[in-house]
């Protein structure tokens, strides 16, 4: 039974940096994609970044592009998300998604058929 675990969320100030791990439970890293995604009341649900489990290639939103860093450490069978120069409007749930569909574009939500329980992110003064 596959199982995704976020942690590493919490309050930060406006400049701060979080790092996000999703700890991978049930299988280890094969091909496909794994990603972020966050989520906040006044938002829809947006792609932050995925990376390519077999390949290490990168994928971010431009809106984090340049102060956001997603990797993978393989033998631990976690993903990370090194969140630098935080915004408010950062804030928002973060989940770690897996099991990907080949074939669909990474940002896209229902590509991915995995997803764990969140961690918060606030950004405020």
């Known amino acids: 039974q596959v199982q995704l675990v976020e942690s590493g969320g919490g309050l930060v100030q406006p400049g701060g940096s979080l790092r996000l791990s999703c700890a991978v439970s049930g299988f280890t890293f094969r091909a496909g994609l794994m990603a972020w995604f966050r989520h906040s009341p006044g938002k829809d649900r947006e792609a932050v970044a995925a990376?390519?489990?077999?390949?290490?290639?990168?994928y971010y939103a431009d809106s984090v592009k340049g102060r956001f860093t997603i990797s993978q450490d393989k033998a631990e069978n976690t993903v990370f998300l090194q969140m630098n120069s935080l915004k408010p409007e950062d804030s928002g749930m973060y989940y770690c998604?897996?099991?990907?569909?080949?074939?669909?574009?990474?940002?896209?939500?229902?590509?991915?058929?995995?997803w764990g329980q969140g961690t918060q992110v606030t950004v405020s003064s």
């Open positions: 990376v390519g489990r077999a390949s290490g290639s990168t």
């Open positions: 998604a897996a099991d990907f569909e080949y074939g669909r574009t990474w940002y896209n939500s229902r590509a991915y058929n995995t």
